[in-house]
């Protein structure tokens, strides 16, 4: 009898399985956090290859190279899908670099689409007259 009495008035509470509870409500939300996480990095990649594929191309051009050269460098620089498109203004280039981003489908939580874009414009360079 002494034991049910010394219990009761210590005033704890029986919390056994509270941190379970919590795991299970908390656990769902970090693993989503990190799947919206590791996509927003894959942009972050995407952006910097649109980039790239911009400027390289742009940069091919002002040399003088062909343009189907200079289509093929940013090709293999931008991420699948990209669309290239390069213009000459006086004695300069202009290569814009655009590639669609679909939002993951594996996650629980809706995400645009986004379209990534780069332009890069570079003077042309004179010919040396180095043989």
């Given at each position: 009898m002494s034991d049910d009495l010394e219990h009761r008035g210590s005033g704890r509470r029986n919390d056994?399985?509270?941190v379970t509870a919590e795991a299970a409500i908390v656990l769902p939300l970090v693993a989503a956090f990190a799947l919206v996480l590791v996509w927003m990095i894959a942009v972050g990649i995407a952006q910097?290859?649109?980039v790239d594929a911009a400027r390289?191309?742009?940069r091919a051009l002002a040399r003088g190279d062909d343009e189907a050269v200079a289509l093929h460098v940013a090709d293999r620089t931008a991420p699948d899908h990209?669309?290239?498109s390069s213009s000459r203004t006086g004695d300069t280039v202009t290569v814009t670099v655009s590639s669609h981003q679909d939002a993951p489908g594996w996650?629980?939580?809706p995400l645009p689409d986004l379209t990534l874009d780069a332009t890069a414009t570079v003077e042309l360079e004179e010919p040396s007259d180095a043989p």
């Amino acid at each position: 009898m002494s034991d049910d009495l010394e219990h009761r008035g210590s005033g704890r509470r029986n919390d056994d399985g509270s941190v379970t509870a919590e795991a299970a409500i908390v656990l769902p939300l970090v693993a989503a956090f990190a799947l919206v996480l590791v996509w927003m990095i894959a942009v972050g990649i995407a952006q910097v290859r649109v980039v790239d594929a911009a400027r390289d191309a742009a940069r091919a051009l002002a040399r003088g190279d062909d343009e189907a050269v200079a289509l093929h460098v940013a090709d293999r620089t931008a991420p699948d899908h990209s669309t290239v498109s390069s213009s000459r203004t006086g004695d300069t280039v202009t290569v814009t670099v655009s590639s669609h981003q679909d939002a993951p489908g594996w996650l629980l939580v809706p995400l645009p689409d986004l379209t990534l874009d780069a332009t890069a414009t570079v003077e042309l360079e004179e010919p040396s007259d180095a043989p």
